[in-house]
């Protein structure tokens, strides 16, 4: 049921993208032929005003058919309400339009998780004050002392002790953090919360992790609960969607870089299987998981969907912007050539991270 109810705000998401693209169209007077709910086969269909609306059987997302998107349409070139005799700035508004609209998808989820109540970093809130923090381990980093006990993100450190002193609860991560720091020859015993259940790790600092000096291997804060009213909930929630749309492109542009480079790590990334799998436990641990795992993935769909590969909204704006220097259209020739040659990358890119996800899955 989780995973079907995951798969419904996934679809609601790509549905959210194309209507960027649809009603940006209908604010210009492009005709817009049709808006499809899922892909064919068709299901049922009834017409409002010049527009279709389709519903389909293959339940993987949706699509608009915008009058004028292809050149060999009939009519277009002559026709003024077809998409390409409009100006290019205004091609690019509708090609841009999905991109924005799950942004704004993002930071409307946001703004409603904080009218709610997120969990927030006490030193990140730009406006309300930030409840009941506690010391929270945010990240561990891979082959660490405290990765190899077993500590995770979302673990609260309750107390830590080690055999000459001890640091009981309610100390505050840098509190925490100076304690490791000043008993660096010693194992430290550390209690955690996951969850509702208690549990004790034994991790004992090591170098090379941090300049200087031995550490865990944690990322540590003070997290608690912020939860604001409409007004304040909208600037905070456009703060945090800002925050995610930068780290987000640059997280994908290392990604990208370290595959030209041939160094990606495939293993930290989640294709189709593996975002199923997390989107699943995510709406079966609530509310505030599910609105941030579903921002996220709209922001990445935003950031993704801008990439100058043919057969994203990223290569039909680079089209767009090679035919204003050029001052004449691309031949259709060559952009269907460059658009199969996109898809087959995607594709490519698809079937790499899919097979890492199942391995996971299998190992």
């Known amino acids: 049921m989780s995973l079907f109810l995951f798969i419904v705000l996934l679809v609601v998401l790509i549905l959210v993208h194309e209507f960027g693209h649809f009603s940006v169209a209908k604010f210009f007077g492009i005709r817009v032929d049709e808006f499809g709910i899922f892909f064919p086969p068709r299901l049922f269909a009834f017409k409002r005003g010049e527009t279709e609306y389709s519903f389909n ?10 009058f004028g998107e292809s050149a060999k349409e009939d009519g277009v070139q002559t026709d003024p309400r077809s998409l390409v005799r409009k100006p290019r700035l205004v091609q690019a508004a509708v090609i841009v339009a999905g ?9 409307l989820a946001l703004s409603a998780g904080y009218m709610h109540g997120l969990p927030t970093a006490a030193g990140s809130a730009v406006v309300g004050q930030v409840e009941d923090a506690r010391t929270t381990v945010l990240g561990v980093l891979p082959d660490s002392p405290a990765a190899k006990a077993g500590l995770q993100a979302q673990d609260v450190v309750v107390a830590a002790q080690t055999g000459t ?23 430290v015993l550390l209690t955690v919360m996951r ?16 300049a200087g000096q031995k550490a865990l291997g944690v990322s540590l804060d003070d997290v608690g609960q912020l939860q604001l009213p409409v007004h304040l909930a909208l600037v905070q929630g456009a703060v945090l969607a800002y925050h995610m749309t930068v780290g987000t492109a640059v997280g994908l542009g290392g990604f990208f870089y370290s595959i030209v480079t041939g160094t990606a790590n495939w293993g930290g990334v989640a294709g189709p299987i593996g975002i199923a799998g997390i989107g699943a436990s995510a709406v079966q641990d609530g ?4 609105i941030i795992l579903m921002s996220l993935i709209s922001v990445n769909l935003a950031i993704i969907n801008l990439l100058p590969i043919p057969g994203l909204d990223g290569g039909r704006l680079l089209f767009i912007v090679i035919e204003a220097i050029i001052r004449r259209p691309i031949s259709e020739k060559l952009s269907l050539r ?7 990358l995607l594709i490519g890119l698809m079937v790499v991270v899919s097979f890492h996800d199942i391995a996971r899955l299998v190992g």
């Open 99 to 107: 991109v924005v609209f799950n942004i704004l998808f993002a930071w």
């Open 195 to 210: 969850g509702e259940e208690e549990k004790t790790f034994l991790a004992k600092p090591a170098e090379g992790l941090v």
């Open 287 to 290: 509310l505030v998981a599910t």
């Open 165 to 187: 002193a001890q640091i009981q609860e309610g100390a505050t991560s840098d509190e925490l953090r100076a304690f490791i720091a000043a008993h660096q020859e010693e194992s």
């Open 338 to 344: 460059l658009t199969i040659a996109g898809f087959a």
């Open 57 to 66: 059987a293959l339940p993987f997302g949706g699509f608009v058919k915008i």
